[in-house]
């Protein structure tokens, strides 16, 4: 397919030099804008060798080909990576002073920015303004990673890994070419969500299941995949939140523009959990939190034959409670603004007791402000990559069913209900 790839001019453009090679070398025919100030960090030749094109940065370059509006009215998909301050602020006000910038108001196809600047840059209300015009008007924008910038700072504002930002474009390519696959699935609620309503959303999402240690080689764990709080951190990542992904034990790729740290046990996902929800507006609870660990860890690996006295004994492994984490972010809220704070529940029902019945307990006990129950078994829900599950609020009898469905259209669909609760608990405008 016919895809542009705009460059602006920051040092992480060398970067999609990297990109550039992801997107031929799956066959798709890539023409590559820079701006003039790009060429001063990756010059011409190197885009024209990996392209097999010619490169044009402004708009009197083969004029009789009308380049200016040819190039953006026959692509299938325009990226801009990376998308500088000033390039996203000549975006959002539709300024035409440039090849890219002509692209960009004449192409009909999705349009992705992958912003790279520095922290302040990105944070600056005026970068956050852009960044909400050229999502509301229906680009979607890859949030910047976190981590090592140019010089010594570090914060959010590095271009995302190529793979990240070509797996977000080729996403946009294959829902192009098949228009089928991209209309709102039976399964889910509601139409389609708006791209980017979630921007200027702090999300923090939990994922996965803790390990609690029991010696060197040994833990005690559950079955949890993953996947369901992933597609979350995905999807809130795509409609623009700013997502933290707290990941215990996921063996899966970290997903596009989302800051992900890795955890192991209760201990260390409550400790991580806590550092992140500072100033975030939602907290999604999505992992397998173990109730019990070891109350004491081995050193060394317990032996077969642990007791002398008895070679043929069972060692007994006394456990202790672990923290319940999601009660506990709901008690240190107290009166104070706190987060939206959405529970999990997996359940699997009993003889007496239904799966629906059991997560109203558990919405009461826990006091979050929405629960996402899914029944679970060994032969449901665990790997699976679809999911079916109720949305329960505290002082409501409704329940709202979403699925079978994929994980994907779970997440958008507890996505929106996190959206409602974040509008609804937002102080009024002084306005
Ligand atoms: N959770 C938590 N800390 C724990 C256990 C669970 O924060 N120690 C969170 C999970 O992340 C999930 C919710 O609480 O969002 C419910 O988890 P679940 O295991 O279903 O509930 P439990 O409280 O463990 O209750 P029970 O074992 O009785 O079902």
Known sequence: ???????????????????????????HDVTVVPTAAALAFVGAPTWSALSGKPVATDVWTAVH?????????????????????????????????????????????????????HTEMWEHPATQANVETLVSRGAHVIPPASGRLTGADTGPGRLPEPEAIFAVCRHLLAQAASPQASSPQPASPGPAPTPGDLVGTRIVVTAGGTREPLDPVRFLGNRSSGKQGYAIAARAAARGAAVTLIAANVALPD?????????????????????????????????????????????????????????????????????????????????????VIVGFAAETGDADTDVLTLGREKLARKGCDLLVVNEVGTDKTFGHDDNMVHLLRPGSEAVVDIGPAPKAVIADAVLDAVRDLVDASAPPSPL
């Open 1 to 27: 397919m016919k895809v542009v790839l705009g460059v602006s001019g920051g040092i992480a453009a060398y970067k999609s030099a990297l990109l550039l090679r992801l997107f031929t070398e799956s066959g």
């Open 255 to 339: 997903p596009a523009g989302v800051t992900v740290h890795r955890v192991e046990s209760a201990l260390d996902l409550e400790r991580a959990t806590q550092a992140a929800i500072d100033e975030a507006d939602a907290v999604v609870m999505a992992a397998a939190v173990a109730d019990f660990r070891p109350a004491a860890y081995a050193s060394t690996k317990i032996k077969k034959t642990h007791d002398p006295a008895d070679p043929d004994a069972a060692p007994v492994i006394e456990l202790v409670r672990n923290p319940d984490i999601l009660a506990g972010l709901v008690r240190a809220g107290g009166s104070a603004r706190r987060p």
């Open 65 to 117: 080909e009308v380049p200016h509006v040819r190039l953006g009215q026959g692509a299938d998909l325009v990226v801009v990576a990376p998308a500088t301050a000033d390039l996203l602020a000549r975006a959002a006000a539709g300024l035409a002073d440039d090849l890219l910038t002509n692209v960009l108001l004449t192409a009909r196809c999705p349009v992705v920015f992958a912003p790279a600047m």
